[in-house]
C-alpha cells in the first residue's frame, strides 16, 4: 500500500467520509467546507436528519451525489470520538468496505476536530487512521490467493495540511506491526529456527543501518548456553541465538558528544512448543507456532527503528528453538547449568521459555552492557488466566521503565498491567538440589514466579519483561486485525523509544 495526503479530492474508487455523532451543518461546514461541494455536505446532514445515519462507531452509509470524482462514496461513523482507537476501528470498518467493492485506490476525508471543537487535531487522528488502515489491510493466507483483495494506494484528505514525514513514519510503524504479525502467523514448517535467522538477515542486508552477528549450535555449545540448548536437545532443528546492532547514534565520548544509551530488546523465538515431556495437551498445543512471537515482536521494533532512522543504539536479540521431544530431549529432574554458571532443576519442561530468554538476558547484559533491558515472551498460561486476551503483563526492576512503558501504553490505547515479584516468589524458585528451578509446583501466580526467576539474568541492569502470551493472538480478529498474530507491544514500545531519553 502506498499512502499519501493532500487537501483536495481527485478521481478515485472509493471515498470515505469519516464522521462523528451528532454533526451538525455548523460543524460540518467549519470541518470539510472548503473541501467537498455543496451538494455533498447536503446529501451528509439530510442523511443526519433522517436518521439514516447517526455516526456511531464502524457504522456506514452508501451515498450517492452528482458530478463527484469517486466511484463510491460511504460515510463512515468514529462515535463520540473520545477515545482515538475508535479511530484506528473505524479505519479498518472502511479497508473491509473497500475489500468487499474491491476498491484499490482509496481515499479517506478526516475531520479537523473532534465533537465540538475538542479533542484531538487531525495529526494525531492520521495516526490512528493509517494504522486502522494498515493493520485492515493484513491479511495471511498460504495457497490460492486469487480471491483477496488489498488496497493500493490510499489517500488521506485533511481540511489543514498534514506532515507527510509524520505520515510516512506512521506507515512504517503499522508496516512494523504487520511484520511481526506475519511472522507470528507463519506455520512451523515454514519458519523452522534456520528461517527465523534468513529472515533476520533479510532484514539486515535491506537496512544498512543494521549489522546481524549469528550464534549457530556449535558457537552456542562453545558458549556454554546450558538453557537455551536444554529446550532444543528434542529437534532436528538446530537453535540459534540472533543479534541485531542498530547503531543510530555514532558519537562517541571521545570524539564530541555524549554517546545516547544503549537499550537491548531479548525476544523468545521457540518455533514450535510441543511442551516436551511435559507435552501439552490437544486443546493447549494448537497454535504452539506463535509462540515465537517475542522474537517476532523485537524484528518489527528493529525494522522501525531502522526504516525510520532512530537517533539511538539498540541490541535486538533473539533466541530461537524448537521445543520436541525425542531420546535426547531435555527430562523433568534433569540439572542443568545457564550461560552465567547457576545451575537449574528442569521440573517442567513446558516451562522452556524462561530457559531461552535466561541464557539470551545473561549474554546481552555482559556483552553489550546495555543501560536497560526489555524482554518479550508468550510466556505462561497464568497471565492469561490472571489478565484475559486484551492485557499485556509487565514486571520489572526498575520503577521509572515500567512507568514509561504504562504512559506509552495509554498513548497506543494498548492495554498493560503490572505484576508483582516479590520476595515470596523469589523464595519459591529455589532448589534444593541446585541454585534454581524452572517452575514450582502449588503457586498459582506463574507470571510472577517466572519474573522472579528471570532477575537472576539481567545482573543490575535496569529490566522490564513482557508477557504477551494473551496479547500476541486473537482468535477472534477485529475491525484492524485479523484472527492470528496481533503485533502486541510493537506500537508501545516504539512510542516508548521516541518519548523516554532516546528520541528522534
Not at 514448517?189 to 532484514?203: F, H, S
Not at 550464534?215 to 529437534?235: I, P, R, T
Not at 537491548?264 to 506463535?290: E, Q
Not at 498474530?485 to 512510542?495: D, I, K, L, P, Y
Amino acid at each position: 500500500m502506498k499512502i499519501t495526503a493532500q487537501q483536495k479530492i481527485t478521481a478515485t474508487d472509493l471515498f470515505c467520509i469519516f464522521l462523528y455523532k451528532k454533526t451538525g451543518a455548523a460543524i460540518l461546514k467549519k470541518q470539510f467546507g472548503k473541501t467537498i461541494s455543496d451538494g455533498l455536505v447536503k446529501e451528509i446532514l439530510a442523511r443526519f436528519k433522517h436518521k439514516d445515519f447517526k455516526g456511531e462507531l464502524g457504522e456506514s452509509l452508501q451515498i450517492f451525489v452528482d458530478r463527484n470524482p469517486a466511484k463510491k462514496i460511504f460515510l463512515i461513523g468514529l462515535g463520540d470520538g473520545k477515545k482515538s482507537l475508535f479511530a484506528k476501528k473505524a479505519a479498518g470498518s472502511a479497508v473491509k468496505i473497500a475489500k468487499k467493492t474491491k476498491s484499490k485506490d482509496v481515499s479517506f476525508l478526516l475531520p479537523l476536530l473532534a465533537g465540538e471543537g475538542r479533542g484531538e487535531v487531525a495529526e494525531n487522528f492520521a495516526k490512528k487512521i493509517v494504522f486502522g488502515a494498515v493493520g485492515g489491510n493484513y491479511e495471511f493466507k498460504i495457497g490460492d490467493t486469487k480471491e483477496q483483495v488489498f488496497i493500493e494506494k490510499l489517500t488521506l484528505i485533511s481540511p489543514v495540511k498534514l506532515d507527510e514525514k509524520k505520515i510516512s513514519r506512521d506507515f512504517a510503524l503499522a508496516e512494523a506491526v504487520n511484520t511481526t504479525r506475519e511472522l507470528v502467523n507463519l506455520p512451523p514448517n515454514i519458519l523452522t529456527t534456520k528461517e527465523m535467522v534468513e529472515r533476520a538477515k533479510k532484514l539486515v542486508k535491506k537496512y544498512k543501518n543494521l549489522s546481524i552477528t549469528i550464534l549457530d549450535q556449535k558457537k552456542l555449545e562453545k558458549l556454554k548456553m546450558g538453557g537455551l540448548l536444554a529446550v532444543g536437545k528434542g529437534s532436528d532443528s538446530d537453535s540459534y541465538m540472533v543479534i541485531l546492532e542498530y547503531k543510530g547514534d555514532k558519537k562517541s565520548p571521545t570524539r564530541g558528544g555524549a554517546q545516547r544509551e544503549k537499550t537491548a530488546l531479548v525476544g523468545k523465538g521457540v518455533c514450535f512448543d510441543s511442551g516436551g515431556y511435559n507435552l501439552k495437551p490437544t486443546s493447549s498445543i494448537a497454535d504452539m507456532k506463535m509462540d515465537m512471537a517475542g522474537a517476532g515482536t523485537v524484528l518489527g521494533i528493529m525494522e522501525f527503528l531502522a526504516r525510520t532512522k532512530f537517533a539511538g543504539n539498540v541490541v535486538g536479540v533473539l533466541g530461537l528453538v524448537e521445543n520436541m521431544v525425542n531420546g535426547k530431549a531435555y527430562r523433568p529432574d534433569d540439572i542443568i547449568t545457564m550461560y552465567n554458571g547457576q545451575t537449574c532443576l528442569i521440573t517442567n519442561t513446558d516451562a522452556e521459555g524462561r530457559l531461552v530468554l535466561a541464557d539470551c538476558l545473561s549474554y546481552v547484559t555482559e556483552k553489550y552492557k546495555p543501560a536497560k533491558v526489555l524482554d518479550f515472551a508468550t510466556l505462561t498460561g497464568a497471565c492469561i488466566s490472571a489478565l484475559g486476551n486484551e492485557i499485556t503483563g509487565i514486571m520489572g526492576n526498575d520503577k521509572k521503565i515500567v512507568a514509561g512503558i504504562k504512559e506509552s501504553a495509554k498513548k497506543t490505547e494498548e492495554l498493560v498491567w503490572e505484576l508483582p515479584i516479590t520476595e515470596l516468589f523469589r523464595e519459591k524458585i529455589k532448589a534444593e538440589q541446585a541454585d534454581l528451578q524452572n517452575w514450582t509446583a502449588g503457586v498459582s501466580a506463574g507470571s510472577s514466579m517466572a519474573g522472579a526467576f528471570l532477575e537472576n539474568f539481567v545482573r543490575e541492569t535496569p529490566w522490564c519483561h513482557f508477557d504477551i502470551a494473551g496479547t500476541a493472538w486473537t482468535k477472534s480478529g477485529h475491525e484492524y486485525c485479523p484472527k492470528g498474530g496481533t503485533g502486541a507491544m510493537v506500537e508501545t514500545v516504539c512510542e516508548y523509544f521516541s518519548n523516554n531519553s532516546l528520541s528522534y
